[in-house]
T-cell receptor, first 111, second 113 residues
């Protein structure tokens, strides 16, 4: 059974800092790894999807990597801004078409 | 483009009451999902559907029912509401390929008292 873990549960950084959010998964037989952003009281917004055959994906200041052999994915945020404050969730999708979510990392970027 | 629309946004139920959470999407997605999100517990899959007329149980289906009569709509039915069903419910959809991201609605916050 796939399990997805995100550490730390919360992270606070000053504005402008580069940061890395971590995601680990137990079953390396995943089809993709997805990163989402959730603002308070809102649904999840898809940020990046890394296919199993890929090593990384980039969108603006965001870069996500995937290492299936070690069961790890990272989300790198460059030059963080207060508007980046949100909860970030990762999810692994396997053969059952169902995503298994981590519990998320709550990020606070202080001005 | 509305995406995934959920109604209502908030609802308070008394124990034993029933209700239906509505979800509709306008992206012609085949796959639709219902998740519940509890504080500190992440998202748990309740039910999902891979197309009209097809539904399947997720991780936590007890106390819920779904139907999928059209591609667009995927309502979630709560029968005999219990305090344990107090949660935020999210509907999501995708094209269903391995490379298609999920699109989420804004959620329904349900309180059962």
């Amino acid at each position: 059974k796939q399990e997805v873990t995100q550490i730390p549960a919360a992270l606070s950084v000053p504005e402008g800092e580069n940061l890395v959010l971590n995601c680990s998964f137990t079953d390396s037989a995943i089809y993709n790894l997805q990163w989402f952003r959730q603002d308070p009281g809102k649904g999840l917004t898809s940020l990046l999807l890394i296919q199993s055959s890929q090593r990384e994906q980039t969108s603006g200041r965001l870069n996500a990597s995937l290492d299936k052999s070690s069961g790890r994915s990272t989300l790198y945020i460059a030059a963080s801004q207060p508007g980046d404050s949100a909860t970030y969730l990762c999810a692994g999708q396997g053969g059952s078409e169902k995503l298994v979510f981590g519990k998320g990392t709550k990020l606070t970027v202080n001005p | 483009n509305a995406g995934v629309t959920q109604t209502p946004k908030f609802r308070i139920l008394k124990i034993g009451q029933s209700m239906t959470l509505q979800c509709t999407q306008d992206m012609n997605h085949n796959y639709m999902y219902w998740y519940r999100q509890d504080p500190g517990m992440g998202l748990k899959l309740i039910y999902y559907s891979v197309g009209a007329g097809i539904t399947d149980k997720g991780e936590v289906p007890n106390g819920y029912n779904v139907s999928r009569s059209t591609t667009e709509d995927f309502p979630l039915r709560l029968e005999l509401a219990a305090p344990s069903q107090t949660s935020v419910y999210f509907c999501a959809s995708s094209y269903g390929t391995k490379y298609s991201p999920l699109h989420f609605g804004n959620g329904t916050r349900l309180t059962v008292t």
